[in-house]
């Protein structure tokens, strides 16, 4: 398998920086966004013969990303691989969570991976190659109380990802959104927006929550390391999948999800076909 280069957002820690050493140690170049010099050291410190190359970069910066791309590859050579994986969570109730954090959520999850894509896009259609993987989450089909915006945001993402992917596979350009389920990685911890409480007539509701996620971060299920070298793999496919679930509570939460909408859909079919004609 000839070396690729891969485009890595959010390197510092978890799944991004998990994929970055999977495609070092797979035989890949890797540049990857930071977004302070000490992450850019630390990164550039995986591999000695430059294959790890960093670019300071936050994907909120839409008008930078051009710029970068084009740098990227006028210096190294064109890019094969574009992982959108910078994002985060917030966590709050959508009654207590100002607006403003909503924007911020879509500016980061979505605005950000739109943006990157728009630069690729065009270099990946012109040279008819390229692999575009959207890093969503089990969030962007199953949703849970105090995580509407979270869910929002990657709702939206598989949506447009199943888009793209049908705008550019004639021209050889693969498309595969990622929904991981629950990962060891800093995302219910140092990475997470909490609004603040504020009507206590919700305690019930998101205290639980709330309490279960901080308990269980960094004892998820699942393995970024795994994950990462299921990615990498994908990515030397010759036919990868549009969408694909990681992690046994991701595939049974999801399962459970489309049953229920199945369910709900048949109930409902007679309704459903009154109106037409
Ligand atoms: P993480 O360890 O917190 O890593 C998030 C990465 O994104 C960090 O490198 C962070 O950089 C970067 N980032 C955040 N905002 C950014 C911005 N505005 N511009 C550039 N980089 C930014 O968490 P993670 O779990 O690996 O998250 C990666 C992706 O996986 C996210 O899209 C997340 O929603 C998704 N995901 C995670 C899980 C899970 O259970 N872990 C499950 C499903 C989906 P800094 O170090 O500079 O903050």
Redesign the pocket.
């Known amino acids: 398998m000839p070396s690729k280069r891969f485009f890595i957002?959010?390197?510092?820690?978890?799944?991004?920086?998990a994929i970055a050493i999977a495609a070092i140690a797979a035989g890949h170049r890797v540049v990857g966004?930071?977004?302070?010099a000490a992450?850019r050291a630390a990164f550039e410190s995986l591999a000695a013969d430059g294959r790890a190359a960093a670019v300071l970069?936050?994907?909120?910066d839409f008008d930078a990303i051009e710029a970068v791309v084009a740098s990227v590859e006028a210096d190294g050579g064109p890019v094969d691989v574009l992982v959108n994986?910078?994002?985060?969570?917030h966590e709050g109730i959508l009654e207590e969570s100002p607006l403003d954090e909503m924007r911020r959520q879509f500016d980061?999850?979505v605005f950000?991976v739109v943006a990157m894509m728009k630069a690729f896009v065009p270099r990946f259609r012109e040279r008819r190659r390229g692999h575009i993987v959207n890093?969503?989450?089990?969030?962007g089909f199953v949703t849970m109380p105090g995580i509407a915006y979270y869910c929002g945001s990657?709702f939206a993402v598989e949506g447009m990802t199943d888009v793209v992917r049908q705008e550019l596979s004639a021209f050889g350009v693969a498309v595969t959104a990622i929904?991981?389920?629950?990962?060891r990685?800093?995302?219910?911890g140092?990475?997470m927006v909490r609004s603040p409480r504020s009507i206590a007539a919700y305690d019930d509701i998101i205290d639980p929550v709330r309490a279960a996620r901080l308990a269980k971060s960094g004892h998820?299920l699942?393995d970024?390391a795994k994950a990462a070298r299921v990615i990498v793999a994908l990515a030397e496919h010759p036919s990868p999948p549009a969408h694909l679930l990681l992690g046994s509570d991701a595939l049974s939460l999801v399962r459970a999800k489309l049953d229920a909408l199945r369910t709900g859909i048949d109930a409902w079919e007679e309704v459903t076909r009154s109106t037409d004609g």
């Open positions: 957002t959010g390197v510092s820690s978890g799944f991004g920086h966004t930071v977004r302070d992450a970069l936050d994907v909120t994986n910078a994002g985060y969570g980061v999850n950000g890093i969503t989450s089990m969030g990657k929904a991981p389920g629950s990962f990685t800093d995302w219910a140092r990475s998820q699942g970024p």
